[in-house]
């Protein structure tokens, strides 16, 4: 058995019917290069029985402590039944982007079922052009992004052709046998000794950072309390430069529509930006391709909120997740991640100004996060006792918008790295691969991008009754592109007007 983090166990105690503990991703394949020119769930069911053996956590599912004493365990699911978890639907006619968006959304906004292994995988058939569609959703407790992408290495080839998977090893092993309650209320009770020491042990860390913690810091008197603490610690240890922390702990996010509670619905929109294009930017600016995405998608909030008339004098706050995981942690699955928290420059007209300010804004912000301890969120979360951590979760992301507190940040944003060859599912070619993450109370809208050979594919999650038109948004991220685009000296082939060639991707229709 493997027992969950106390970050894991968080993904689980956030859930309550609104807020969803899952994450996903919607890939659009081109079916011509499989066999028979065919994908379906029926393909797609060989390929993950093939490699079963390579995604555990496939297999896993929760065994819980009685009473909540302890953490949940995964354990190997005896009764595991891979038609529960592969299915297929069809879009009628004529099969849109707006229809799918509208299917996926509402997959997305159902609960996984915790009796059996947390992920499922549908295949949607009937998209335009004979495209077909794999939307798969899979737990945040069993993995992270990084983790997330072993078990997509796993699902795709470099070929149409496949490879040779190594079968499972022919040694007779022993099913692992699940504990029963009573064996389980066992193992809680042993536990509860080393519940103090774990708490003393992480107390002075989580509580010297607890106003950069994107789950405390807006709470009544956590600066106080983590000011305090540093000026304690400092009596005690050498002083030391911290890389810039103090400055981080001073941004504000200030409301927003994005602020309040979340409903149980969504809206999902996607596209995509070529990635040439995002470099090119990047060249002739000086900075990185995540400044660039960085930037577009703060010409894309707040030409919104322009909009909407509700644009603020100050500039948006986002957390940006990053990984944290060691090459040793490779193949672990489970969440090694951290957070950064950054100013969105929204409050800059100029694109190019509003670039800059991006590319100094990230670049002390990996400063102060390097000053961090990399294990802060798990630290945090481990200074709560098992039994309390669900209504503490639930109780810090309502205090937001319950009681008209600062709310912890504005938006997530995350861009997720990719393959830049050609990916394949049983045969079929993947076109684009757009994630879909999740959203929580007080921060209604999540972007995510990914990259894919020569292209950006981004997915946008807002709550339904906050945005009526996701694709709205996909639209002023593609001008926000083409604003920066407008950066670039022009080629000495391109027309008079020096017009970007940015191709209008991922959508046949307006919702």
């Known amino acids: 058995m493997r027992q969950l983090t106390s970050l894991d166990a968080q993904f689980l105690a956030i859930e309550d019917g609104r807020n969803y503990g899952h994450v996903s991703g919607l890939a659009i394949y081109d079916p011509s290069s499989a066999p028979g020119g065919v994908l379906n769930a029926a393909r797609v069911r060989e390929t993950v029985a093939e490699r079963m053996h390579l995604l555990p956590p496939f297999r896993w599912r929760l065994a819980e402590v009685p009473l909540g004493l302890d953490h949940p365990y995964w354990v190997d699911d005896e009764r595991f039944d891979l038609e529960f978890h592969v299915r297929e639907l069809a879009l009628p006619s004529p099969g849109s982007a707006a229809q799918l968006s509208e299917q996926v ?3 997305f906004a159902r609960q ?10 549908y295949v949607i058939e009937g998209l335009e052009g004979g495209r077909v569609g794999v939307f798969t959703k899979i737990h945040h407790a069993a993995v992270d992004g990084l983790s997330g992408a072993e078990i997509l290495s796993v699902l795709l080839d470099v070929s149409p052709e496949g490879r040779y998977i190594e079968p499972p090893p022919t040694t007779n092993r022993r099913s692992e046998r699940v504990p029963s309650d009573l064996e389980m209320l066992g193992r809680g009770l042993a536990g509860l000794p ?4 774990r708490i003393v042990q992480r107390l002075p860390k989580t509580l010297a950072n607890l106003d950069v913690l994107p789950t405390m810091r807006h709470l009544p008197g956590a600066e106080a309390i983590a000011s305090i603490t540093r000026l304690i610690g400092r009596g005690v240890a050498p002083r030391r430069d911290d890389g810039g922390v103090l400055e981080g702990r001073r941004l504000h996010a200030p409301r927003t529509r994005f602020q309040g509670a979340i409903s149980p619905y969504r809206r999902i929109a996607f596209g995509s930006i070529p ?4 470099k090119a930017i990047k060249n002739a600016s000086g900075c990185t391709v995540n400044d660039v995405v960085m930037a577009t998608c703060a010409g894309a909030m707040r030409s919104f909120l322009l909009a909407h008339d509700e644009l603020p004098d100050a500039p948006l706050v986002t957390m940006v ?3 944290v995981r060691t090459p040793e942690q490779f193949g672990t699955f489970g969440n090694r991640v951290s957070t950064m928290i950054v100013e969105l420059p929204t409050d800059e007209a100029d694109p190019a100004t509003r670039l800059q300010r991006v590319h100094q804004t990230m670049r002390s912000a990996k400063e102060r996060h390097q000053a961090l301890p990399a294990s802060l969120l798990q630290d945090a979360n481990e200074i709560i006792p098992p039994a309390l951590l669900a209504r503490a979760s639930r109780v810090t992301a309502r205090l937001a918008v319950t009681r008209g507190l600062e709310a912890p940040t504005n938006i997530v944003i995350s861009n997720v790295p990719g393959s830049p060859a050609p990916l394949f599912l049983a045969g079929a070619r993947l076109e684009a691969q757009y994630p879909v993450s999740a959203i929580i109370d007080g921060v209604g809208i999540n972007i995510t991008l990914l990259s894919y050979r020569d ?3 981004f997915g946008i999650v807002v709550d339904r009754e906050m945005v009526d038109d996701a694709w709205d948004l996909i ?13 670039v000296p022009a080629p000495p082939s391109a027309g008079r007007n020096g017009s970007s060639p940015t191709r209008a991707r991922g959508r046949t229709a307006r919702a």
């Open 275 to 278: 990635l040439s294009e995002v």
């Open 455 to 457: 292209q950006l594919d």
């Open 475 to 487: 639209e002023r991220l593609r001008a926000a592109h083409v604003e920066l685009m407008a950066l």
């Open 105 to 107: 959304a509402r997959i």
């Open 112 to 121: 996984l079922d915790r009796s059996r292994p947390l992920w499922e995988l």
């Open 321 to 323: 997740p990053v990984s």
């Open 194 to 197: 080393r519940q103090p020491v």
